[in-house]
T-cell receptor
């Protein structure tokens, strides 16, 4: 049970912002939202995580709705190298990451 | 800072054989997790080690076992290989107090024939 719902695939034009949505309507009050991505044939890469507040780092921004039932990962200026599968994960206790199917993001020139 | 490394990169085994996969943690990380990723699927959690003890296990049979060493490196052992063990095996390291922020290695591609 991944506890998250994401679109199967999305396209984005190079240089534009990529906004990847995630629904986690059953999230508990103390569960964080994590985002990872996996470029083809590589291991997953940690991107960002948050609990309630919006977060930003050098890779992306994470917007979490006030009711915490959904979130959006924003890549502000997508490049071809951002083409990957993006996973939204609600952490289960003990650091066991439960990956769903993720969103396959294709950045096109 | 050295990232997570795994060996070997690729491996071919025959059904019924045993296999050992190895992982070196990112410098300073004290927790190691192992995942299995079948083709076209997301990674599935196998187990986690902290202080050389198993610290959580997913829905995998006892044929899947592991070790963590004092230097935090780790091994994944699989006995009596079955065809459905063919997958990418991923190791991830983290700090125990930030367990959701995991850093993955490139994986070992295991093929069972």
């Amino acid at each position: 049970d991944a506890k998250t719902t994401q679109p199967t695939s999305m396209d984005c034009a190079e240089g534009r912002a990529a906004n990847l949505p995630c629904n986690h309507s059953t999230i508990s009050g103390n569960e964080y939202v994590y985002w990872y991505r996996q470029i083809h044939s590589q291991g997953p890469q940690y991107i960002i995580h948050g609990l309630k507040n919006n977060e930003t780092n050098e890779m992306a921004s994470l917007i979490i709705t006030e009711d915490r039932k959904s979130s959006t990962l924003i890549l502000p200026h997508a490049t071809l190298r951002d083409t990957a599968v993006y996973y939204c994960i609600v952490r289960v206790d003990g650091g066991k990451l439960i990956f769903g199917q993720g969103t396959e993001l294709s950045v096109k020139p | 800072e050295t990232g997570v490394t795994q060996s070997p990169t690729h491996l071919i085994k025959t059904r019924g054989q045993q296999v050992t996969l190895r992982c070196s943690s990112q410098s300073g990380h004290n927790t190691v997790s192992w995942y299995q990723q079948a083709l076209g699927q997301g990674p599935q959690f196998i187990f986690q080690y902290y202080r050389e003890e198993e610290n959580g296990r997913g829905n995998f049979p006892p044929r899947f076992s592991g070790l963590q060493f004092p230097n935090y490196s780790s091994e994944l052992n699989v006995n009596a290989l079955e065809l459905d063990a063919s997958a990418l095996y991923l190791c991830a390291s983290s700090f125990q107090d930030s367990p959701g922020e995991q850093y993955f290695g490139p994986g070992t591609r295991l093929t069972v024939t």
